[in-house]
Structures are given as C-alpha cells and as structure tokens.
C-alpha cells in the first residue's frame, strides 16, 4: 500500500517562502516519477511540478516556472517542493502525486490523473 504524507503548508506573506515535503512509503520510491499539484476553492486541479524517478528531469507549470523548484531525496523516500516569491494566487491545497507504474514519466505526470497515487494535501495560504 502506497502512502503520500504531505507536510510544510501553512500561512506566508506575500513574497516569502515555504518549503513543502512529501514523504513516500510502501514500495520503491525510486523507480517512479512523482509531482506536485495543486487546488484552489472552485478550480481545477492544476500541475505544478514533475520530477523523473532519478531526479534528473523537471518541469514546471507556467504559473510557477522560476519561483518554485521540485526535487527529490531517494534515501529519504521524499520529495520537495521550495516555494519562494509567494503570491495570493499560490493559495491552494497542495497534492504530491507518485506514478502508479516505473513506465509514467515525469513528462507524463504533468496531467493529472486518477491512476497516480495522491497524498492527501497540505494547505497553503499566501496573504497580500
């Protein structure tokens, strides 16, 4: 049984920082890509940040590109997401995602899907 356990949401200014981390249990993290998504109150779930099963390969979403930055630990079985800049819109729930097969690529992980793993979410709030 795959776990996601999201931590480091929480209440920033305008233009600071969080550091949010995504701590994976139940298989082999390193053999799948995983990702960052999130979810304001009456929208779409929306892709921040994939990262390939070795670390190697990121991206980003349009919104985020240039302030956030995703890796991964695979000793520690986690995954980060560095937040910095902050703005009001960043205020969401924020979802780590693991691929479900080796095969989904971090190219891939960019649309959300069903057949990911998810955690179940942390709050951020970004006050102006």
């Known amino acids: 049984q795959v776990q996601l356990v999201e931590s480091g949401g929480g209440l920033v200014q305008a233009g600071g920082s969080l550091r949010l981390s995504c701590a994976a249990s139940g298989r082999s993290f390193g053999n799948y890509a995983m990702g960052w998504f999130r979810q304001a109150p009456g929208k779409e779930r929306e892709f921040v940040a994939t990262i390939s099963r070795g670390g190697g390969t990121t991206y980003y979403g349009d919104s985020v590109k240039g302030r956030f930055t995703i890796s991964r630990d695979n000793a520690k079985n986690t995954v980060y997401l560095q937040m910095n800049s902050l703005k009001a819109d960043d205020t969401a729930v924020y979802f780590c995602?693991?691929?479900?097969?080796?095969?989904?690529?971090?190219?891939?992980?960019?649309?959300?899907?069903?057949?990911?793993?998810w955690g179940q979410g942390t709050q951020v709030t970004v006050s102006s």
């Open positions: 995602a693991a691929a479900q097969r080796p095969s989904t690529t971090a190219h891939t992980m960019r649309v959300a899907d069903s057949l990911y793993y």
